[in-house]
Structures are given as C-alpha cells and as structure tokens.
C-alpha cells in the first residue's frame, strides 16, 4: 500500500473577519501552503488532483457544492468533494485526502478547511447548533456548552477534577496561542481571570470556551514519491484512525470519555504502530477545557481520572514533556469549525519542520492531531512523523 | 491494488413522506441491502467497517453530524462521514466508499444516500436552491429550472433540438417508471401531455422536470475477498470518475453540455478499460429532460449535437440498444437530492443481478451511473461489470 505524506500546510489568521468570505480566506490558507516557507520548492495549484473541502457550511453562502467553488477559487482543476462531520470536518478532509493519496487516485491531494460565522449576526445561534442531536439536545435548548458542562460535572464529581483544572488548561494555551501570531486570542490570563470569568453554563466560564472564530486553513498531502522529489519538508502520516458514536451525549455509555476518541486512538496507534509514549506533541481538541483533560485520558497521555494530575505536572506546557496544543488549540488560537482539524495538521507540520518561533518544540519528530465533532459523535486522529523528513 | 465490488443494494420508496424521517427512510433501504433478495446471504450491520452518507442536508432536521446519527440508527458501529456534492453527493458517498475498500481501509462499506424535503414548507425553495451559485445565480433570482432552460435553450438554437425532444425524454422515463415499484411518479404519459404541460422555465414545461422527492437508498461495496465469499450476486466497481468546474453556468466554458460530466466519464471508461459501446444500460441525471440529451453527448454516447437523434432512434428506450434510466430516471423515480446517485447503483446492481422485473435488461454485464452536482459544478460516473458475478 502507498503512504501519504503532508508536504505543505498554510491557515490565514484566526479571528473575527465579517469581511472575509470563504473563498478569501480558503485562498489565503492554500496560497501558504503551495508557496511554502522562503527556500521551499513551490507548488503549483495545477498541480493538485483532488481536493477536498472541510466545512460544516452556515448561513447564507454556497451550502451545496462549496467544494468545487472553493476548489475553482484557489485555481485547482480537480475533483473537489465536501467532507462533513461538524467540527471533525478538517479532520476528516485531511483522512479522505491521505486515502485518496494511499488508494493510487492521487499523487497530490489539497484539503481545505474553512469557517465564517460572525457575520452571521442573529442566526449565528442557530448555525453553532445545528451540529447538536436534534430532537433530545438541540430543539430541547441544550447547547454545546452545556452539553460539555455535563461532561464537567460528571468528571468534577467521579474524579475530583476542579474548575481550576478547567482554568489551568486555559491558562497554557492562552500562553501557546500569545505565541501564535495567527491565533484569535492572542493574549494570556491568570488562572484568577481564568477561574473568574462570567459563568457560562456551570461549571464552565467564559475562560473554560472556545471563541467564535474565522479562518481557513490548507494542507498539501503527497504520495512518497512525489514527496521524496520535492524540495520542501515533509511528514509521513503514520496512522489515521475514526471512530463514530451516539450524536447526543445521553445517548452515551458514559459521560466522563468521548469513546469516539478512544477509538479512533486506537486506530491511529495501531496503524502507526506507535502509542502515547512515541509522541513528541498534541493538538487536541479543546472546544471547552473539559474536552482537553478528556483527551488526555482518551489518547492514552494518562490513565482515565488522572488528566489534572498530569496538566498540575507540567508535562503538557510548552516546555514539558509532551506539549499538548502548542498553537494555543480552539481555546485561544480559535475553532473556525472547519478549518479546525485542518489547522491542527498545520500546527504539527511546522512543528516537524521546525517551523513554529516561539512555539517551536526542540526535536519534535512524532505529532498528534485530535479532532472531535459535536460533544462526540464522531473523532478522528492522526499520526504524523517527520523523523524521516530531510 | 484492490478492487471493490457491489455486493448488496436496497432502497424506499421514492415520494413524498413527510411523516417519514431521514433516520427511517435510511433503515428501510439499508436492511433491503444488508437483508439482500429471497435466497441471498444475509450481512449484519455488524460487518460494516465504514460507513458514508450522501445527503444535502436540509432543513430542521440533523445538518451536522448527520452521518453518525444514520449510522447509529441502521446499527453500524463504524467510522461515518458525511460527503457532499449537492444532487451528486450519494454518487460521491459511492465513489468514497469504494475508495476505502481499494485503499485497504475496509472490507465492507455501507453508503447511504437520503433527502426528505416534502415536509419543509415555506422553507423548500430556499433549500432546493442553496446548491446554486450563490453570489450570480441564486441570490440574483435564478433558479435550477432556469438555469437548465438555458442550456436547453442554447442546445436548441446550436443544435436543432425541439422541446418535442425534451418530451421524449420524459415519455420514456415515465414509460421506465411506470414499470419500477419504488418510482415516485410512476405513470405514463403521451408525447403531446408532456409537451402542453404547464411551463416552468421556457423552454421548459413541467414534464420536462424532476419532482421534489423524499428517499433513501443504501448500496454496500466489499473487497474482492469478501465479495466472493458471499452468497450473493455482486458487481465489480471498474471504474469511477469524477469531474468539477464552475459551480455557476455563466462561468462555464460552453452552454451546450457539462464538462465535468465529460472528466468524469473519461476517467470511469479510462480505469475500467472500456468505453460506451461496451455499455448494455446507463443511469444518468435527468433532473431535467434537457440533461439527459447533455449526458448522451457527455458520456459519448454520441456525437455532440446527435442526442436528438439517438432518442428519436429508440436506442435508449428499455428494449433498445442500450437502455438509458430504466429506473425511470430522476423525472420518474425522482429526485431525493442525497439518495439519487446511490439510487442509481441500486438500480444498475439490480440489473446486473437480473432482478429488475418488467424493467429487466435482458443479458445486462456492465453499465453505467452518470450523477450531477447542480448545474454541473461536480459530476461522478461508475462504470459497474457484473459479468465475473455468479
């Protein structure tokens, strides 16, 4: 079987951009990751032959077919597909893009995510919903937010975890993210500011929530081939793993894992025949701080209720052991849903290629992404390794 | 490299349900594919290994994560992801799904296509729009039927085609339909009914357009292995294509056929190793008479401008030549956006397994499905080979 391999990555800023479209933004993120960095061979959008488009779609823009419009946008005469799974959507448009390349259809592959909602003005509720269960969650008044306070709760309550855990995984990524030139919140906070900010459905504070963001972000993936022949950094996605679940959090077998991640963990480990212990970094999936100590225990970073322990301990700072969301993840670098776990796969290839400033992580070789839809119902990791990279 | 084979296919009925749910009118066409026909192997859902979805997604009803929450309801525990390409997505779910089983990724894939649209009320021109450009098109007024009336238009003026030619069409689809137990409109009409109809878009009349359908159907593609292991008819997957462009007519290059049908079906024939003589049926988008003249010329089944010529002949009528939409096409059958391109696999697989009824094909070995994203801004074609199946 044929391996992929990413070979360019690019995102426009994350933030609030009414004035921004899809389409800039995408272009601004695909043009990054054809040009390269300064000494990088660049690339030639005809040189693409399958794109893929990741976007849960809102408002009143190109919801049907924004692949190919994107696609013809950013110059790229190829098939274009549309990969939806809410906020797993960048995700799963970089997995569909390393199976194109593995299957033989592809030898370069481009996957664009991307995300516009705050010129949705008042029907920006009802778009961050849509990705809620309908019937039970949703159309009951349940929101995102408090679906993963109950997420919270449960864990406060099994495992003694505390709103300050909560606010120390805000304290590092604003941190990482004040280092992120491209981050939406590009600022840092004290676990005081963190813990006090204005409740937003108990136990979670503003502190504790992703903001609304903008942005796209792009990813070039190659067959080894074409990536041995190409003057530029490359990584060899290792392992790709999915997993699927109940779309409504009470629907689940429990309330204190996101199985979905388990499994999709187990996937991406088993084909990488890696585990935790191999990683050099993470980005996981942080839409509210809960979900960051859950993946931690969901990745296998530590056993199941010890997720605060291993945050007090340092090892997922900038400069511990396994940095976890060097780019600042949703919390401060921002979640333009789409373009999501496309950026993630961004933050890991600059890592591998030592490429991240401030941000950077000494000898990375071995990275993780960790993208989540909705509270759960679908997840998707990948394995990247840049060790074998020139 | 592996290949992947049709090995079970089901579907609802195509109409109007709005009592029905996605959720429902999935189930009923995945247990019709898993359960198989009288005397077939029956799969559990258990077996799936990946699953897709090809839906527009309309509505109040789950936009986000709808992938999983189908999978979930059908009893398949395993990775889902939804694909979209508007009127194309279930063609793109099939191209996706056989994807996974070539690159090693699954052995068993289940592809689910569905819309429900009849419940929508007031809402239903804005969703049967949302696939239109947005910016030249939609939001300036133009509709899908206005959009074909140009081209129909342009291939009349270029070509000498007559609107009597369009009511062709729609005669021998609804001829095709009357004969198909799950066909929404199934009756027939006469040549002078289909042409005084009401007009829609001129040239255009009623006839001359698909219905607003609500519909499910499920196509399940295997590895060769395991396609041989069961005791059920199967129908290797020789070649798929797929093809994007312009999302808005006035961006195209030519007004007199869809380019991207024409990428796509030169890749299918060029993987499968075959052309359109080697045809004995085909299932194309007729979402409007005008499109199926378009797809004969697009998919080589005669010179540019000799559509006419090739309806008028008897060739694609159900005893003819080479019958095209015995299924009675999206005209008769209907049109539920997500499920039209998985539909006409199931339409073509029952075909090839010889169970098609009074619309049997006699001898049928290969055939062909050719399935359009709005106006043409994506297309996707299967060239299907059930002659090395039992």
């Not at 693409?48 to 692949?67: I, N, P, Y």
């Not at 993210?177 to 600022?187: D, E, Q, T, W, Y």
């Not at 970094?281 to 296998?300: K, N, Q, R, T, W």
């Not at 993780?368 to 060790?387: F, Q, Y």
Request: charged share 20%.
């Amino acid at each position: 079987m044929r391996e992929a391999h990413v070979v360019g990555a690019g995102q426009s800023d994350f933030g609030a951009f009414p004035d921004e479209s899809y389409r800039s933004l995408s272009l601004t993120a695909v043009r990054e990751a054809l040009d390269g960095a300064p000494g990088d061979e660049s690339l030639s959008p005809g040189a693409v032959d399958e794109c893929f488009l990741g976007t849960l779609g809102v408002g009143g823009r190109q919801l049907g077919l924004s692949a190919p419009a994107v696609a013809r946008h950013v110059g790229v005469d190829a098939p274009a597909t549309r990969v939806e799974n809410a906020c797993a959507a960048g995700g799963y448009a970089v997995r569909a893009a390393t199976r194109a390349v593995r299957a033989g259809d592809a030898d370069l592959a481009l996957v664009v995510g991307v995300e516009v909602m705050n010129d949705l003005g008042e029907s920006l509720p009802y778009w961050l919903g849509v990705s809620g269960e309908t019937a039970y969650e949703r159309l009951a008044g349940t929101t995102f937010s408090g679906v993963y306070a109950q997420m919270a709760s449960a864990h406060m309550d099994t495992y003694g975890t505390t709103r300050e855990d909560l606010s120390r995984v805000a304290v590092k990524n604003h941190h990482n993210g004040a280092r992120n030139p491209h981050a939406h919140l590009a600022f840092e906070c004290t676990l005081a500011e963190a813990t006090d900010g204005p409740r937003v459905a108990d136990p979670l504070g503003l502190y504790h929530c992703c903001p609304t963001t903008d942005g796209a972000a792009a990813v070039l993936v190659a067959s080894a081939e074409v990536a041995a022949d190409l003057a530029r950094p490359s990584a060899r996605v290792a392992g790709v793993g999915a997993g699927s679940d109940a779309v409504g959090l009470f629907d689940r077998d429990t309330y204190t894992a996101i199985p979905a991640s388990r499994r999709a963990a187990d996937r991406a480990y088993d084909r990488a025949g890696t585990g935790p212990d191999d990683l050099d970094l993470a980005e996981v999936h942080d839409c509210f701080s809960i979900a960051e100590l859950l993946a931690y225990e969901d990745l296998g970073l530590c056993e199941p209720g010890e997720s605060a322990t291993l945050l007090q301990s340092g090892a997922t700072e900038l400069d511990g052991e396994l940095p976890v969301n060097t780019s600042g993840g949703l919390k401060s670098k921002g979640h333009p849903i789409g373009a999501t776990g496309t950026g993630q796969v961004v933050e890991v290839y600059d890592q591998l290629a030592g490429r991240a400033g401030e941000r950077q992580v000494d000898g990375a070789e071995v990275g993780l992404t960790h993208n989540v839809g909705g509270s759960g119902g679908a997840a998707v990791v990948h394995v990247l390794d840049g060790g074998e990279s020139a």
